[in-house]
């Protein structure tokens, strides 16, 4: 018997992708069903439905469980689950479908992507899914935009998933399926694991948190969210490459796995920390590392609302337990990264290292300081944006926590 944390809200993971001769007919029956086109958004979420990373839900959900999801932080049937997870559509498209319908759902360039039973067709309140997911309806956050695009109807039903897209062989070595992760831990004979969430290349903060984890748990796994970002954000395909030579030059060997998921950011900031969790308990992981800011953007949320969240829960929602660490910083008193829980020293000798620094400083061609950065992974990241074209440079403002 497995030793890792059971899945989320289930004792197996349920795994909706299908195989051999049952996908081949089924593929071949879509093809003659009406077609909605998922946004990106939603393509990544099939694909976790898919290969078990959104256990237990076995499709898109209708209006009481988007409502409980908004309201409540479960779904109808009192299962702990922080973000929607829904499928939209147009009303003319919605309008032309019957309620036990089949349906094909095809990617933006029309490859079929899986099908689904509509049992459902609802329109919803964006501005109140936005104020409860986000805490703010402010259409220039990124993850309201989404949601705000959104069709003006709601499909729900149960899925069959055909296709994990390019992921597989894009990221062959990096992303991988729950299943997968699973079976990784258990070869290395690791039992407790953290999931550090990443959608940066790693700067000496991130190194400094996995290092910590490290001693907590057998193991760590930087988990890079593989799917769409914002403008500005380095491309999944240089983090890798980052990420890579990091562990290669400066952690012991079978202490941190690297791996990918399919999913877009929502930036979500503390609700999207919970999802973080749940989705990473289905990948066999025992904690979550939390720092600052966690999954937000701008100056939408407090630097650690993240770690409040955590205690806002029932203690049963989760089995994936949140790691929080403190502010981390280089201090040059103490020669040393260090967190406000083990540095005495003031604000005057520390260097506050963040993400959305180290792109600035790298995309406007600026030095980066040693302690920003390890040199072998500046090495990396200049190449990228010395290669970027003019057309392809966004200016990178800071923001919020960022600026500090």
Known sequence: MSQLVQPHGSDTLNILLLDGAEREQALAAARDLPRITLS??????????????????DGFMGKADWQSVCDNMTLANGVFWPIPITLSTDAATADGLAEGAEV????????????????????????????????????????????????????AGPVKVFSQGDFPEKYAGIYMTPTETRAMFEA?????????????PMHRSH???????????DGVMVHSLLGNLKPGDIPAEVRQNAIKTLIDNYFVENTVVQS????????????????HALFRQNYGCSHLIVGRDHAGVGDYYGPFDAHHIFDEIPENALITQPLKIDW????????????????????????????????????EGGDVPDNFSRPEVLAVLREYYEGLQDHEKVKVELKGHSAR
Request: with cysteine.
């Open 104 to 155: 094909a759902l095809v990617d933006e360039d029309g490859d079929i992507m899986g099908s689904m039973t509509v049992t459902e067709k609802y329109a919803i309140d964006k501005a109140h899914e936005c104020q409860q997911v986000f805490k703010t309806t402010d259409e220039e956050h990124p993850g309201v935009k989404m949601v705000m695009a959104q069709g003006d109807v709601n499909l």
């Open 260 to 275: 990918g998921y399919p999913l877009d950011m929502r930036y979500a900031g503390p609700r999207e920390a919970l999802l």
């Open 40 to 57: 990106s958004r939603e393509r990544g979420d099939l694909i976790m439905l898919g290969i078990g990373g959104f256990t237990p839900l």
């Open 328 to 363: 981390t910083f280089w201090c040059d008193k103490c020669g040393t990264m260090a967190s406000m829980r083990t540095c005495p020293h003031t604000a005057e000798d520390r260097v506050l290292v963040s993400g959305t620094k180290l792109r600035k400083l790298l995309s």
């Open 207 to 217: 190194e400094h948190l996995a290092k910590i984890a490290i001693e907590i748990c």
């Open 188 to 200: 290395r004979g690791w039992k407790t694991v953290a999931a550090f969430q990443t959608r940066n």
